[in-house]
């Protein structure tokens, strides 16, 4: 199993920067994949974007050009770099890791954009 713990989230005007941290309980040296998700309320949960354990990302285009992922197999941590923040940024930040067959979730952690 891996217990993820997501942090770093807050309150932030717009325009600002925030960066997300997700700690795993195991190396994630050998995970193919980790995410981060958002979910806004009364919207579904949407991916923002992932990092494969080769180094390659993909991100949703709403985050493109702004949003960072990257990883550190030795502190086996995620992080997700978020710049130019919008109000429509705002949400509840979820890490995900796909490891043998399972998905395994990070308890959340809220990040609101607001003057």
């Known amino acids: 199993q891996v217990q993820l713990v997501e942090s770093g989230g807050g309150l932030v005007q717009p325009g600002g920067s925030l960066r997300l941290s997700c700690a795993a309980s195991?190396?994630?040296?050998?995970?193919?994949?980790m995410g981060w998700y958002r979910q806004a309320p009364g919207k579904q949960r949407e991916l923002v974007g992932a990092?494969?354990?080769?180094?390659?990302?993909n991100y949703a285009d709403s985050v493109k050009g702004r949003f960072t992922i990257s990883r550190d197999n030795a502190k086996n941590t995620v992080y997700l770099q978020m710049n130019s923040l919008k109000p429509e940024d705002t949400a509840v930040y979820y890490c995900?890791?796909?490891?043998?067959?399972?998905?395994?979730w990070g308890q959340g952690t809220q990040v609101t954009v607001s003057s």
């Open positions: 995900n890791a796909e490891w043998r067959a399972a998905d395994y």
């Open positions: 195991r190396s994630i040296f050998m995970i193919n994949n």
């Open positions: 990092i494969t354990r080769g180094g390659s990302t």
